[in-house]
């Protein structure tokens, strides 16, 4: 039995990579589970550049199990934000997925642009810096503990602190905003 | 010593995650009622899921709950349970607590307090060993007075020695020498060294143990003087000091040398008079010389390993000692059949120099098929709290040899699945593929520098482009359930087109 369904078009970023246009249109779900999708993605003259026709399922929570080209793919899904944490055997790629109309809305489009974040939840034991530091790369800007371990957060770029968003003994969550550089 | 029958019929378990499930399961197995504790952070816990009884104790934070002697204690009493298993870690080699237990009547299962409190303290354990003629790293503990001390005791003590603070570590004030004409120049610069460091210009000469592994044995020993042991494990592969791999049985140890290190072992655990089950820790040199490290007077993380070898389960041995019954196998009846590799799965990023990765497990499934077991206390659903220990899992595999247990244990790893936090589970397959680990021919330095950014770099060719397929479908499914998102005009899919595909 197949569903018609809208086509979508988003903004794709693997980890550093370049961001990408990508289209995707469900083209058939199952009773069974299974779902179709086409996908393009688009070079960046906006021509289709490469197309997948995908076969997915959803055996079991937080996984989605792909196949194209003849491959299986086991991929563990952990949305955040606007994006998504993709584990693949065992590797992780952080995938900020965006629609390009919000994108637009948003000032500047500072997606991480002058904020320095946490990777792990934990909790802050030390503020290393204040409001108008001038930092260099690397140098550590707050410790935040978790497991038992101390874990620098250092900067990922020389700067000035415009902003610390953390206080010592907060708990902060992963991926949340530290400190905000100029 | 307790000489005498007592029944246990309910046990405390003071502690928490695998360790905890570890002892339930054994608890379980002899028929004995279980209770867990927990602390705000662990209500979800399967340990507390599986025990039959459960009693809150505090806070997160372990200083407010599995550090809390008097609650747990309290809590004991409570339930009537008549026995505490301290678990490896949190109270289990706090000698007070052992000695709180057994003054209000109840069960300590783990050695006697006096045991604790020998091997507890680095220079006593050191001085009664050494007088039990336990062979101890040769050299001084008291500062050299002159160069001309130094030149002596180093001749005592036989090259290579190493240098060292007397009032340091971290490796401040530290110089290998490896003959006499080294000794002058790195006398002066160690001493220098740490002044400058420490403030104490102090320095003391110990025997520099080449290329060391750490290879310890296991013991056991009943209530009423019987010591056997249950062979040795190598535990040689650690970061940071903290294991990471272990194996038994030792890949290059001579027979000759198992039989005097497993006898010392015996020996250390007689001279005092210990009882249950312990581990003797030796350094063991490339010379083939080995030296008394310490012994850890509880449960070891990595006791499946001697389990898998020897089918002694050291749990319900722990139990059965503790309830008086003298040892029911001799040193005889053990043998090492196999070979087992324990793999510790750890909530932390290698690909991000390590970083802790706690938070919920949306997905859980462990491997399975032959000889292949899993201590954890993980499920789909649960969550690794930032409060404790990163170690979430055990991987543990027993193969016919140690070919066998490296390819089951590979395998084993593929099947690994852990949704939503980072593990060291990639990590393992690199370091599995490493020539000198595959070789056996390893020391406690084998992940330091280089091979660790190789090991790391070697997890494995990330995927971009499945995965951002995956991350499409998923965001486009969310957008069409979250009815956020319309078709965009002008757009030159046709959707009608694909349906008709």
Partial sequence: MSTSAPTLTYEVTVGDGTTRTARIVRTARNDDGVAHYHVELLAEDGSVDTTVELDTIRPEPGVLNLMYGGKSIEAG???????VDVDIRGLSHEVAVVDPRRKALR??????????????PGRVVRVLVSEGDTVEKGSALVVVEAMKMENEIKSPRDGVVSRVSVAEGDLVEARAVLVELE | MA??????????????GEI??????GCHELGIATVAVYSDADRRSLHVRMAMEAHHIGPAPSAQSYLRADRILEVAQETGADA????YGFLSENAGFARAVAEAGLVWIGPPPAAIDAMGSKTESRARMAAAGVPVVPGTKQALESFEEARQVALDVGYPIMLKAAAGGGGKGMRRVFSEDELASAFSAARSEAASSFGDDAVYIEKLIVEPRHVEVQVLADNYGNVVHLFERDCSIQRRNQKVVEETPCPVLPPET?????????RAAE???????????FLYGADGSFYFLEMNTRLQVEHPITEMVTGVDLVKAQLRVAMGEPLWFSQDDLKQVGHAIELRVYAEDPTRNWAP???PVPGYREPGGPWVRVDSAMYAGAEVPVHYDPMVAKLVVWGADRNDAIERSDRALREYRVRGIHTTIPFFRALLRDPDFRSGHYSTAFLDGDRMERLCADMGETDPLSASLAALVHAYERDLAAGTRSPQPGGPTNRWKWSFR
């Fill in chain 2, 20 to 25: 905890a499930v570890r002892v339930i399961r």
């Fill in chain 2, 357 to 359: 990765s706690p938070g």
């Fill in chain 1, 107 to 120: 000032t500047g489009g500072a997606a991480g642009g002058g904020s320095v974040k946490t990777q792990m």
């Fill in chain 2, 3 to 16: 000489a005498k029958r007592r029944p246990i019929r309910k046990v405390l378990i003071a502690n928490r």
């Fill in chain 2, 271 to 281: 001279a005092v008079d210990y009882e249950g089950a312990g581990t003797v820790e």
């Fill in chain 1, 77 to 83: 899904i952990v949305p955040f934000d606007e994006g």
């Fill in chain 2, 84 to 87: 505490i298993h301290p678990g």
């Fill in chain 2, 258 to 266: 198992r039989e005097a290190m497993t006898a010392v072992a015996c």
